[in-house]
């Protein structure tokens, strides 16, 4: 039988954690001689290595690093699914006009339709199938469809979309396997940071058995208390004072992606305005910083493109979060 994967021994944050850590190694070092007297291992190197593996613990990939590419993956991917359930009712479109209608029903559902339905629930592997038997299906009809008014571009740049939601497809499940990895190594690190400390505040209030001040300090319970009252934090993964956004651009007529347009949000804190410029794929990602903890704002935002009308927009975001965004953009005249 297989191990099975680590889990938190600690009943708090990852963020208490390495603040309980840090004050607790903080107290061992103020009282280092009256540990060494109890303990001979309790040295100074000790209580040094201690805060030294805080520190390397803190440092491991937290979740937002090591989300990040699962992250970005997911958006692309739901992207590229949105432009294919696009290509399909263009395709849909051409089965009619190539097919009398008793017999449209049956070639449509030959191209498809059951993994489209399926798909616009965002089920990857529906996906996948609407791809498969809509290609399938173009490659058995092309003379006729092309009779009836497909573009002979058509077949390739569906191919071409497929090929792309592939890759996102594959990006996202083997980063998310790699997140795995990464959070069993992050809650071991985490783990032995607790048993450490645990093992010297067990000791400590023994220590200080007949001084109850004292002992306070080396009790888990009461350091967290201290923590958590005087601290705020969101509950998204995302720290409880900034706002991320992913934005997809891309042109209203074609459903097609914006490399280079300019997304700026006119009013981050400070009234300063910020900007950030879309990728090959029509993707901004946006991080903005100096909320107050959980603050709820109306963000005021921009995007220019060349060749393209500018547009502005309104979003309603409570900091802690993170909001995905679809913005069309009309070709200039």
């Known amino acids: 039988m297989g191990t099975s994967r680590p889990i938190a021994k600690y009943h708090c944050t990852q963020a208490e954690l390495y603040a309980i850590c840090t004050i607790g190694w903080q107290s061992y070092n103020e009282n280092q001689p009256d540990f060494e007297a109890f303990k001979t291992t309790y040295t100074a190197a000790f209580g040094t290595a201690m805060v030294a593996a805080v520190e390397t613990a803190k440092n491991l990939p937290d979740f937002q690093a090591r989300n990040e590419d699962t992250e970005t993956a997911y958006i692309l991917m739901g992207q590229t699914a949105t432009l294919a359930l696009t290509k399909w009712r263009t395709l849909r479109s051409y089965i009619k006009s190539a097919f009398a209608p008793e017999l449209q029903k049956p070639n449509i559902e030959g191209a498809g339709e059951e993994h489209y339905t399926k798909a616009t629930t965002r089920n990857w592997a529906e996906t996948e199938l609407m791809f498969t038997s809509a290609l399938n299906y173009i490659t058995e009809n092309t003379a006729i469809l092309t009779a009836a008014g497909m ?150 935002g921009e995007i220019t493109a060349d060749g393209y009308e500018s547009g502005t927009g309104e979003l309603e975001a409570t900091a802690g979060n993170l909001y995905s965004i679809d913005a069309s953009m009309q070709p200039v005249v």
């Open 151 to 300: 573009p002979a571009t058509f077949p390739t740049s569906f191919s071409d979309l497929h090929t792309t939601f592939i890759s996102h497809y594959s990006t996202f499940t083997d980063s998310g396997q790699d997140e795995h990895e990464g959070t069993d190594a992050k809650v071991n690190s985490n783990n032995s940071l607790y048993d450490n400390l645990q093992k010297m505040f067990e000791d400590g209030q023994i220590i200080y058995e007949e001084n109850p001040a004292k002992r306070e300090r080396f009790i888990f319970a009461r350091v967290k208390e201290l923590i958590t009252n005087n601290s705020s934090a969101g509950g998204s993964g995302i720290p409880a004072t900034v706002v991320e956004l992913g934005v997809y651009v891309y042109d209203e007529e074609t459903n097609t992606p914006i490399e280079g347009a300019h997304f700026t949000i006119l009013n981050a804190p400070g009234g300063v305005a910020i900007s950030a410029t879309s990728n090959s794929e029509g993707i901004v990602l946006m991080r903005i910083l100096g909320f107050e903890p959980n603050e709820t704002v109306v963000l005021n």
